[in-house]
Nanobody
Framework: QVQLVESGGGLVQAGGSLILSCAAS????????MGWYRQAPGQAREMVAD???????RYAVSVEGRSTISRDSRNKTIYLQMNALKPADTAVYYC?????????????WGQGTQVTVSS
């Protein structure tokens, strides 16, 4: 059974920082690209950052320069450190796993963790 379990969300003041974690189980972690998405009320889910199985990182323009995604293969965990948080960062943050190979396999999503940034 595949599980992606997020943690680290909460309430933080604007300008603050937080670190989100996502622990994966039930997948061959080294063969999956992992990422963070977020969804604010009334808005579509959007990619925040992802990291390929080989360690290539991508960031949304809105968070680039103040966020860092990383992966720990030993612990099958990814992290997202976000700094200089803004009220616009308020959303539910979801962990995502995408098979980084061929043939394709289903994607997986975590349950989400709420991040609220107060002004």
């Amino acid at each position: 059974q595949v599980q992606l379990v997020e943690s680290g969300g909460g309430l933080v003041q604007a300008g603050g920082s937080l670190i989100l974690s996502c622990a994966a189980s039930g997948i061959s972690f080294s063969r999956y690209a992992m990422g963070w998405y977020r969804q604010a009320p009334g808005q579509a889910r959007e990619m925040v950052a992802d990291i390929s199985s080989g360690g290539v990182k991508r960031y949304a323009v809105s968070v680039e320069g103040r966020s860092t995604i990383s992966r720990d293969s030993r612990n099958k965990t990814i992290y997202l450190q976000m700094n200089a948080l803004k009220p616009a960062d308020t959303a539910v943050y979801y962990c995502h796993a995408e098979f980084d190979g061929w043939p394709t396999r289903p994607d997986f999503w975590g349950q989400g963790t709420q991040v609220t940034v107060s002004s």
